[in-house]
């Protein structure tokens, strides 16, 4: 990936939500390896948390911190699958404002090389609320690992070419000062 080194690296401020109804913090792995690879690439995990497969408690949480201007971005893993307990997409229509519709569509073709058809079962998903931006991952390690590893190392660095998300920040909010 191209990245640019005269231009500076800007860490970004993200918090991390794992959901789960049978995790604990010595048994999220999934969320351990989001936070080592957040802070091996130079960002900060400002939070960490576990929620359990409930979309009104995910939502508190989310619009918490979509509210604390110390967190630039979310990024959740697990319930994006399409068991009856699997509401992470649902709690996130509910606070999104834009999605992304590349993240999931990415996230799936790159999944897809690894895991064939099985990535169908996918609703991962991408979007930005009140300027932060809000990434649902699948519960799985692996999927944790593709996600940032192929997408969001890069997009989330800002000497990335020939653009980034981080770049686009200042921005977010532009609706909400043009009236």
């Given amino acids: 990936m191209p990245i640019d080194d005269k231009l500076p690296f800007l860490p970004v401020n993200i918090a991390v939500l794992t959901v789960s109804d049978t995790r604990d913090l010595s048994t999220d792995r999934s969320g351990q390896t989001l936070q080592e690879r957040i802070e091996a690439g130079g960002h900060r995990c400002v939070a960490r948390e576990i929620v359990r497969d409930e979309a009104d408690a995910i939502e508190v949480l989310l619009r918490r911190w979509i509210a604390d201007p110390a967190v630039d971005c979310v990024i959740t893993t697990g319930g994006t699958g399409i068991t009856g307990r699997d509401v992470t997409p649902e709690a996130f229509k509910r606070v999104l404002e834009k999605e992304i519709e590349g993240f999931g569509e990415l996230f799936r073709m790159l999944s897809y090389q690894k895991i064939g ?63």
């Fill in 117 to 179: 058809t099985s990535t169908m079962q996918s609703r991962a998903l991408g979007g930005v609320a009140d300027g932060t931006y809000l990434f649902a991952l699948p519960g799985s390690t692996g999927a944790c690992k593709d996600a940032w590893d192929d997408i969001l190392k890069w997009q989330l660095d800002s000497r990335h070419r020939p653009c980034n998300l981080v770049e686009l920040m200042p921005r977010l909010k532009e609706h909400l000062t043009a009236a």
